[in-house]
DNA sequence: TGCCATTGATTGAACAATCATTCAATGGTA
DNA sequence: TACCATTGAATGATTGTTCAATCAATGGCA
């Protein structure tokens, strides 16, 4: 499909030049088509951009979607699969990173975009929050509210990320992925635990 | 100050329009001045960019060094103070939040832009970065060592400004701190105390 | 003081470059 | 042929930059 073609390039373009220097001919170059191929496809250029994030949004809501339901049954289970999505080799690359936070750096249109994906991360949202309630529930962990916790991992997805974007040279998932495990196990020390650090850091 | 009328300016824009929206006419619109007076005193647009985050990362700067230094003797209260700072109204504003995830949204530049303000985030981090290990050192916390603590730090503090500026509609800068001190609260129990919880969040 | 020359700041029209979009022409296929 | 996808030159709008002209302020001097 040429669409998907295009979005590809898209990400390619933004990754590279950002979306200030993504023009229809770096789209359409990276892509191997010409120069009109994109108005035909999407009818305009703002479209095409909305498109592109949109596919990301999907990929990455099927991506913890389809984790969340082949984990094990218990809550714990359920919410690391959930934390694991988000760096998930397919989700969590240089690119697409930049993509992300190329889009919600864009004041003036930040609104027409998290339109775009509002319902799917409030989605994930509410799943998570119903899995804080039942672990805090079954484990008797009274000082923490579960909507605290949900907030703080949102938070940590987003600022894990853009530290991933920022300092690639130490691009490490695994070390992400401790971190935010880290947190669970103090929150909930008979529910997570600890995991290993090696020496260094 | 001329200069300081066409930053001030540069924010204001790239708060409403983003980056990619900000022209020479925005500028100096914003500001009541002609066109060609960048030029003048900015000798091009990509300087007058680098000047204004040159001047939010000093304004963020010089705030925390301060709150720092004027902080209780105490690595807890100091490392507090530095947590404080990243909320002081004067810093996190929705529009100079809107103004930082717009330069780090931008690809293609990110190392230009970063380059200017390695050295201050460095000196922010390598302080925190000490704090932790001597508040580690003094109780006795063996399980988590404490680079992995300021790295979670960092993260919080991004993640949560993404957060702010995301959701505006729900801006509290007390709730971001909030956050902060439960993970503080959690991981040295004995030098941070768990923020009290009102109702509902 | 009154007058003029000099400097530096400011203006905005003009220019050249870039970009999104359009569309007539072309190619491929059923 | 009829239909759709594709091409890329042309168009019109926008943008950063330049620069000659104007303005304001200061200082020197009689």
Redesign the pocket.
């Known amino acids: 499909m040429?669409r998907q073609q295009l979005i590809d390039a898209t990400i390619d373009s933004i990754a590279e030049n950002g979306i200030g220097?993504?023009?229809?001919?770096?789209?359409?170059e990276i892509a191997?088509?010409?120069?009109?191929?994109?108005?035909?496809?999407?009818?305009?250029?703002?479209?095409?951009l909305e498109e592109t994030l949109l596919f990301l949004a999907k990929e990455h809501h099927d991506q913890w979607l389809e984790a969340f339901e082949n984990a094990g049954l218990s809550a714990p289970d359920k919410l690391l699969a959930i934390v694991d999505a988000h760096f998930h080799p397919q989700i969590c690359t240089p690119k697409k990173l930049a993509v992300w936070f190329a889009f919600f750096g864009e004041a003036g249109r930040r609104e027409v975009y998290r339109s775009l994906i509002n319902d799917i991360d409030q989605e994930r949202y509410d799943i998570a929050l119903r899995l804080c309630s039942e672990i805090a529930e079954g484990g008797g962990y009274k000082d923490i509210p579960p909507r605290q916790v949900a907030n703080i991992l949102e938070a940590l997805y987003d600022g894990i990320w853009l530290e991933l974007l920022t300092y690639p040279e130490n691009f490490q998932r695994s070390v992400a992925r401790d971190h935010i495990a880290t947190f669970l196990s103090k929150v909930y020390p008979d529910h997570f635990q600890m995991p290993a650090f090696n020496n260094g850091d």
């Open positions: 040429r220097g993504t023009t229809m001919s770096t789209v359409t191997g088509l010409s120069l009109g191929i994109v108005n035909f496809h999407f009818k305009s250029k703002q479209n095409l």
